[in-house]
């Protein structure tokens, strides 16, 4: 009796449709719900707060780099992204980056470097518009690792408006 039932059943589902007529009114439910879609150009949502922008480094209060160049975050790269060297300032007792070079098209953005760092000089940053023209723009060399906002957009695509 309860297999006759069960066939009847599944008969009754498949002549009127049931199955597609749920999945229907699912849809038709989300098509008339409030939108959800923010317009991008004109409202940026920020960031959640875990997010990974793109890596910069930093300076101090006084406008000093806060990299020592002990190359740190390029011994522990999974990828090999950074390509380092370091040169002590005349009169000064700490080493400074001479070279720095960072592959954006190797990096995972694993946080390795972030956490390593002795001195905090490299932080993942709040940028997440990170569109490109061309591949040119993939590697950061040192005076562009310190740029942020309308600045690093015009140097990741080209110059553009």
């Given at each position: ?37 923010i317009p ?93 023209v061309g ?27």
């Amino acid at each position: 009796m309860n297999m006759k039932v069960k066939r009847v059943q599944q008969f009754l589902q498949k002549v009127f449709l049931l199955d597609i007529l749920q999945g229907l009114l699912v849809t038709l439910k989300y098509y008339f719900s409030r939108k959800v879609t923010i317009p991008y150009p004109e409202k940026v949502k920020p960031p959640a707060a875990r997010f990974r922008g793109i890596l910069r480094l930093y300076r101090d209060g006084e406008g000093v780099p806060l990299c020592i160049a002990c190359k740190a975050c390029q011994r522990i790269c999974p990828t090999n992204c950074f390509d380092i060297e370091g040169a002590r300032p005349e009169g000064s007792k700490v080493l400074r980056p001479a070279k720095y070079d960072w592959k954006l098209h190797r990096c995972s953005f694993c946080g390795l470097c972030v956490e390593v760092c002795p001195t905090d000089a490299i932080r993942f940053s709040r940028e997440f518009r990170m569109s490109l023209v061309g591949k040119e723009h993939l590697l950061f060399r040192l005076p562009d690792m310190y740029r942020e906002g309308e600045d690093l957009q015009k140097f990741l695509c080209g110059g553009c408006p």
